[in-house]
């Protein structure tokens, strides 16, 4: 049941893709079609003379993106096991890393009509956000999302979705580019779910607020590990242009064999605009599991997390992120402790569809988790570049 480096929660109980082979065949198929696709884009750039773009004709029919993220992580206390600490996905020190590699097909449904989206991962990151049942625990090849979807013509539009998706949880996502922050929170990797796979139904009741319902197999399973289903509720609110808020619940068994040791989560997203140039996101968290503290009670996590972005520029930005995670029990990061970390992040695009971040991380704890438990806190400089086609 723990979330440690490297993401011990999630055991397998079956391998739908199966061997060395596989992985090598689908990673390097990803990587083939993403210089062919990158390569001809960039060709294309350069010709200034209007022309047919059959390429582009042909991205837009198939909605199809293309994603690459790498990075470098420094670690200044130089640990024998090559690890950053209670980190998930910037988990290497002193090491270059290929995160992630991804091909998304994406089709949104008109009114009456169907729609689907499909997202291929490959590289260090998608080792991590396996779902149960779906790959073997170091496959570098991840099935991130694949599902359809109905708007049914009831209303402004009832959507109903069926298949495997992302959370709606937290104020972050897999993807770096989509983040504040390169490296991801606390909250992030520890507090809440990755992915769900079940049925999901929308609906937008104004252009203040919308509704989310789902009723899926939990958290991070592909395949069920009990008899129970997780429920879940999404509202969103956006009282203003300024202001949005996103509120969350979850609720349903997650042991393995186990219908009726509950696991619930609480987790609230607000966005705040409150100058032209400056973001502020608060994200807070809260979750139990009956029967999982080590006394035999309920164990409990909770944290906090903020976010403070500044525009300096169309081409630079800063980010500052502080937070607070409490894992009272010990069930997510195996200690009972009390972590902090605080993160500056500058953001330079240096190009339309390139980001680059370098950030500074420090990290600690009431207890000695880091440097093989030998020390309180954590120092990281670390270098993010992404692409996105």
Do not use: C
């Amino acid at each position: 049941m723990l979330r440690k480096t490297s993401r011990t929660t999630n055991n397998f109980t079956k391998d739908n893709f199966k061997g060395g082979t596989m992985k090598k065949i689908m990673t390097h198929a990803i990587v083939a079609m993403m210089m062919v696709f990158s390569f001809a884009a960039s060709a294309r750039a350069e010709d200034a003379k209007p022309a047919p773009n059959p390429l582009a004709d042909i991205k837009a029919a198939l909605g199809l993106s293309i994603y690459l993220q790498g990075g470098y992580s420094y670690n200044f206390k130089n640990p024998d096991s090559g690890e950053n600490d209670l980190r998930v996905f910037d988990h290497k020190a002193n090491s270059f890393t290929f995160d992630l590699a991804q091909i998304v097909f994406t089709k949104d449904a008109p009114a009456g009509g169907v729609g689907y989206k499909l997202k291929l991962s490959a590289g260090e990151t998608a080792k991590f956000i396996h779902s149960r049942g779906l790959g073997k625990a170091d496959d570098e090849f991840d099935l991130t999302e694949a599902y359809i979807n109905y708007l049914a013509p009831v209303g402004k539009g009832l959507k109903l979705q069926f298949g495997k998706f992302v959370t709606m949880h937290g104020a972050e996502v897999i993807e770096a580019k989509d983040n504040m922050n390169y490296s991801r929170s606390l909250l992030f990797n520890y507090a809440i779910p990755f992915t769900h796979t079940g049925l999901m139904a929308g609906y937008a009741f104004s252009d203040q607020v919308n509704a989310n319902l789902y009723l899926v197999n939990g958290w991070d399973n592909t395949d069920d590990n009990n008899k129970g289903k997780t429920v879940g509720l999404t509202v969103g609110y956006t009282p203003m242009e300024q202001i949005g808020m996103l509120f969350n619940i979850m609720f349903g068994p997650e042991k393995d064999s186990n219908n009726s040791d509950n696991r619930f989560l609480f987790d609230w997203v607000g966005t705040f605009k409150p100058m032209k140039n400056t973001t502020v996101v608060l994200n807070t968290d809260y979750a139990s599991e009956e029967h999982s503290a080590s006394t035999g009670g309920t164990a409990k996590w909770y944290g906090i997390a903020g976010y403070v972005k500044y525009d300096f520029s169309d081409l630079l930005s800063a980010t500052v992120r502080a937070e607070y995670f409490n894992d009272k029990d010990g069930l997510r990061t195996g200690t009972a402790q009390k972590l902090k970390e605080i993160t500056l992040t500058p953001e330079f695009r240096v190009a339309k569809a390139i980001i680059v971040r370098p950030e500074y991380r420090h990290d600690w704890s009431d207890k000695s988790s880091f440097t093989g438990g030998s020390r309180k806190s954590q120092d990281t400089i670390s270098l993010g570049v992404m692409y996105t086609w």
